[in-house]
Structure formats: structure tokens, C-alpha cells
T-cell receptor
Framework: EAGVAQSPRYKIIEKRQSVAFWCNPISGHATLYWYQQILGQGPKLLIQFQNNGVVDDSQLPKDRFSAERLKGVDSTLKIQPAKLEDSAVYLC??????????????FGEGSRLTVL | DAKTTQPTSMDCAEGRAANLPCNHSTISGNEYVYWYRQIHSQGPQYIIHGLKNNETNEMASLIITEDRKSSTLILPHATLRDTAVYYCIVRDISNFGNEKLTFGTGTRLTIIP
């Protein structure tokens, strides 16, 4: 079974530039998450999708971050304009349907962003 | 979700059992204990979860105290590949809108050859 795919793995940009990350969850997984992990910290949830609808985006800095999952499959996370403090690994995770209570989350390898 | 407290780091000799403690003294009746680990440059990986009974799978065992205020993850025969950050997470499954995992800073486990 293919895992959660993310790209790019690494991205270096200058502050005020924009960047986009792509995630393709495991086939059939209805729930998709984007997490931000700053060096030395645990992952922090940015946004949660159920199919193509947003369930929780309370911690998404909406003035600069946006995310979409238009067809309920793959998803894109965008940052515009980037700040130095956005340097982090952006992790995508998905969970299979029917496992809302107990199911494990499957994480991708992440996209490492460096903002100079 | 209840807050968890874990040691910042631990060492364990290769081949020995690694015992990782977690304190969750404010845990409520609807909250499960989950463990994930994150190997360097990878995403977190699910290990095990439990409510009040001890649990075991092919990766680890989870021991939850009778009062549920603390738990221990046990890796029975640690190998170098078990070097990772281990996260203990408490999640309220009765909150139907709360399907997220809230990570702390975890315990950095280093397996010593």
C-alpha cells in the first residue's frame, strides 16, 4: 500500500516569497491533516479536512496560510508571503474512514521549508 | 484533551527493554492514551493506544496504571532503529468534533550500542 506522498521534500525561499506544498493521502482516506513542526517541537495541527470540507482550521494563520482539498483527494498548502518563523517541516497525514474513534494517523515524510 | 508530561530524553542499551513514562494526571474517563514515535527526518508513526487495560502489539506494550494517571510504553528489546522521539498523547474520543492529535515535545530515546 502506498503511503502519504508529499512534495517537495525541501524548499528554500526568501522572506515575502510564496510557496506551495502538495499532499496525496493514502487512497480512500477521507480525513486529511496538515501539521507544522518547528525544530525541537512536536507537530502542531494547522488544518483538518473531512473529504473536501474543513473541519478545523483554528490554528491556521489565515492572513498568510491557505489550504484546499478541492476534490476531496489531494491537498495543497500555500504560504504567501512567507516569514522567517515559517521555517519548519510541514507534515501531511491521513486517516482511513470508519476509524474516527480509534484509527491511527498515517504521516508523510514532510516538506522542509527554510525561509531566508 | 488532558496534558501529558514526559521526560525530555532517555538512553537505553541495545537489547534491553526501554521503558518510557508518561504522566497524565488530569485524564478523564473518555480519554485514550496514544503513543507515536518520530524517527529522524520522518513523519510520526503510530505505535499503540489504550484506555485502561494493558495493551500489547508487535511493536510495544502499553501499561496504564489503575488510576489512569500515568502510563509506560515498553519496547521489549530495543534496537538502534528504535532511536526516535516518542510522543504520549491523550485524546478524548467522546468529542465527536475532536479527531485531531495534539503533540507535546515528547521523549528523545537514544539506543546505545
Amino acid at each position: 500500500e502506498a503511503g502519504v506522498a508529499q512534495s517537495p521534500r525541501y524548499k528554500i525561499i526568501e522572506k515575502r516569497q510564496s510557496v506551495a506544498f502538495w499532499c496525496n493521502p493514502i487512497s480512500g482516506h477521507a480525513t486529511l491533516y496538515w501539521y507544522q513542526q518547528i525544530l525541537g517541537q512536536g507537530p502542531k495541527l494547522l488544518i483538518q479536512f473531512q473529504n473536501n470540507g474543513v473541519v478545523d482550521d483554528s490554528q491556521l494563520p489565515k492572513d498568510r496560510f491557505s489550504a484546499e482539498r478541492l476534490k476531496g483527494v489531494d491537498s495543497t498548502l500555500k504560504i504567501q508571503p512567507a516569514k522567517l518563523e515559517d521555517s519548519a517541516v510541514y507534515l501531511c497525514a491521513s486517516r482511513p474512514p470508519g476509524h474516527r474513534l480509534f484509527g491511527e494517523l498515517f504521516f508523510g515524510e514532510g516538506s522542509r521549508l527554510t525561509v531566508l | 484533551d488532558a496534558k501529558t508530561t514526559q521526560p525530555t530524553s532517555m538512553d537505553c542499551a541495545e537489547g534491553r527493554a526501554a521503558n518510557l513514562p508518561c504522566n497524565h494526571s488530569t485524564i478523564s474517563g473518555n480519554e485514550y492514551v496514544y503513543w507515536y514515535r518520530q524517527i529522524h527526518s520522518q513523519g510520526p508513526q503510530y505505535i499503540i493506544h489504550g484506555l485502561k487495560n494493558n495493551e500489547t502489539n508487535e511493536m510495544a506494550s502499553l501499561i496504564i496504571t489503575e488510576d489512569r494517571k500515568s502510563s509506560t510504553l515498553i519496547l521489549p528489546h530495543a534496537t538502534l532503529r528504535d532511536t526516535a522521539v516518542y510522543y504520549c498523547i491523550v485524546r478524548d474520543i467522546s468529542n465527536f468534533g475532536n479527531e485531531k492529535l495534539t503533540f507535546g515535545t515528547g521523549t528523545r530515546l537514544t539506543i546505545i550500542p
